[in-house]
């Protein structure tokens, strides 16, 4: 998965103006069947550092939603998501989604699942 660095977010109906670069992914945790049943680590965040969910590029092992969590704090849940299907997703228009404070992102689903795939991140 690419940085989305040629990500324009804005459009006239917001007020901003058209081709207003957004924020770019500078980091990607990667994760290969990493078990998000009960509470997995999705990113790790340097000491002290925020982080801005840019992108999702994943899938999961079992149908099921996935919430991305800073603490007790929901940050962004998906759709039920079929099985071994792979999902990308830019949110926020490419503007992302920021955690309440510092501190680790952990990805939760609602069946017993594994995540495959890659997240897309700032830290701020």
């Given at each position: ?24 992914a500078?980091?990607h ?7 998000i049943t ?10 002290g550092?925020t982080v ?38 830019i949110?926020?228009?490419g ?11 952990t ?10 795939g ?5 830290e701020?």
């Amino acid at each position: 998965m690419s940085s989305y660095n040629q990500i324009l977010a804005g459009d006239a109906r917001d007020g901003k103006p058209v081709g207003r670069p957004a924020f770019a992914a500078t980091q990607h945790a990667l994760h290969n069947g990493t078990t998000i049943t009960s509470g997995g680590t999705a990113v790790t965040a340097a000491s002290g550092k925020t982080v801005r969910l840019m992108t999702f590029d994943f899938s999961i092992s079992a149908a099921a939603n996935v919430v991305f969590k800073r603490g007790s704090t929901e940050l962004y849940r998906t759709p039920k998501l079929a099985a071994d299907t792979p999902y990308t997703v830019i949110l926020g228009a490419g503007h992302g989604i920021l955690a309440d404070a510092a501190g680790n992102i952990t990805a939760t689903s609602s069946a017993a699942a594994d995540l495959t795939g890659t997240i897309g991140y700032v830290e701020q």
